[in-house]
């Protein structure tokens, strides 16, 4: 059965290598949607898929896809799938270069090259 779920997450989780960990997470289990910045140093994260695929998926957000981001809250909204056929990175939205918690200062890994 498809599902598919909303998820905004609050946190250090910009300019962290947050994206980029988040969609090879996607790629690994089959699950389509999108990632981007919004403002306030949040990020959103549409998922859709196999059920079992898209809980696995949240799991996994919750418990934190790289040690260089700290999630403080994950809040998960059910929605109707969209019939999305990749997983992408979105343009960031204008406002999320309003950044409210500064990450920390390391180095570039190689998947974020």
């Known amino acids: ?21 988040i969609t090879r997470l996607a790629l690994s289990l089959g ?20 059920s079992e695929k898209v809980d696995s998926f949240i799991k996994s957000v919750e418990g934190g896809v790289t040690p ?17 056929r990749s997983f992408t990175i979105l343009k960031s939205t204008p406002e999320s270069i309003l950044i409210s918690q500064i990450p ?3 180095g570039i890994c190689k998947w974020c090259l």
């Open 1 to 21: 059965m498809l599902s598919a779920a909303k998820l905004t997450i609050t946190g250090v989780v910009q300019g962290v290598g947050f994206r980029p960990a």
């Open 31 to 50: 699950v389509k949607g999108y990632v981007k910045n919004l403002g306030g140093g949040e990020v959103e994260i549409w998922v859709e898929g196999e």
């Open 68 to 84: 260089t981001a700290r999630i403080e809250k994950v809040v998960v909204s059910d929605v109707e799938p969209q019939g999305m």
């Open 104 to 106: 920390p200062d390391i």
